[in-house]
Nanobody, 122 residues
Framework: QVQLVESGGGLVQAGGSLRLSCAAS????????MAWFRQVPGKEREFVAA????????HYADSVKGRFTISRDNAKNMVYLQLNSLKPEDTAVYYC???????????????WGQGTQVTVSS
């Protein structure tokens, strides 16, 4: 398990950009596969993007391909999500999560951050 804290959310206009950050505790950060999920109140949480422990492999939901980019800096125990060309439907609470194996299934992620709000206005 790892402690995760997200930051970087905010209010932006449609077409704008945000960079979300997730800070992790511990000395074994590089052994965790990381992912971002998002959730709107009253709706199911959905997968957004995932990255392998070494940062070489990435996977994205079809809805964000070409617009969002996941990355990590293991020396700083950080994972990032760059959100470009934002749309109102991207409005949600974004969560950082950690898994011991490569996955984009919520059940495989045992550690979660508290979330950071992203609001896109039209």
């Amino acid at each position: 398990q790892v402690q995760l804290v997200e930051s970087g959310g905010g209010l932006v206009q449609a077409g704008g950009s945000l960079r979300l950050s997730c800070a992790a505790s511990g000395r074994t950060f590089s052994t965790y596969n990381m992912a971002w999920f998002r959730q709107v109140p009253g709706k199911e949480r959905e997968f957004v993007a995932a990255i392998s422990g070494g940062g070489v492999w990435t996977h994205y939901a079809d809805s964000v391909k070409g617009r969002f980019t996941i990355s990590r800096d293991n020396a700083k125990n950080m994972v990032y999500l760059q959100l470009n060309s934002l749309k109102p439907e991207d409005t949600a609470v974004y969560y950082c999560a950690a898994s011991p194996r490569i996955s984009w299934s919520q059940a495989d992620f045992g550690s979660w951050g508290q979330g950071t709000q992203v609001t896109v206005s039209s």
